[in-house]
């Protein structure tokens, strides 16, 4: 298979399903997203502190593959079998979430991000996921968007904040609360 095909040239691609659209065509736009954020989380997978995560966070990289592939996809011209997100990946992150909750400070205040490269790797992640399930939501306005899409990126956001307070945590980094100037 060749990586390059010269069919996005004059700058349009194809969806699964065949359907041709503008390379600047929000679906493009969203999946693209997902695929920054996906690229992020293996930049977080790979920093030191998260050793012990690597199972946990190459799971989340490949529901963002399936988020991809969905999102890829002509939803309806598509014949092509795509894998499917389930309930289950959700109730993975809340789990997650809460185990991660269960030996953290109780949050009082807004965090700023920040206080060692690796942390702020992660808070980059959560940054863009929330972006993508903006465009997710924007495109569910005019396409098919699956809804279970848009709740694995809602709670992924959250997943991604815990885990920055988990590192500050795992690397003695005090958490930096944001104090509104008044």
Known sequence: MKIYTKTGDSGQTSLIGGT??????????????????????GLVCDQPVNAGRQGILQ??????FTIGSSLASDPDKSKMKIPDLKEEDITLLETE??????????????IL?????????????RCVCRR????????????????????????????LFTLCRAMHQDLQVPEKPWKARM
């Open 20 to 41: 041709r659209v503008s390379k600047a065509h929000l679906r493009i736009e969203t999946y693209g997203t997902v695929d920054e954020l996906n690229s992020y989380i």
């Open 59 to 64: 799971e989340i990289q490949d529901r963002l």
């Open 97 to 110: 979430i809460d185990s991660m909750t269960s030996n953290l400070p109780e949050l009082r205040n807004f």
């Open 113 to 125: 991000a920040g206080g060692h490269q690796s942390i702020s790797f992660a808070h980059v992640a």
């Open 132 to 159: 993508a399930e903006r465009l997710c939501i924007a495109l569910q306005e005019n396409e098919f968007v699956a809804d279970l899409v848009i709740k694995y990126l809602n709670r992924l956001s959250d997943y």
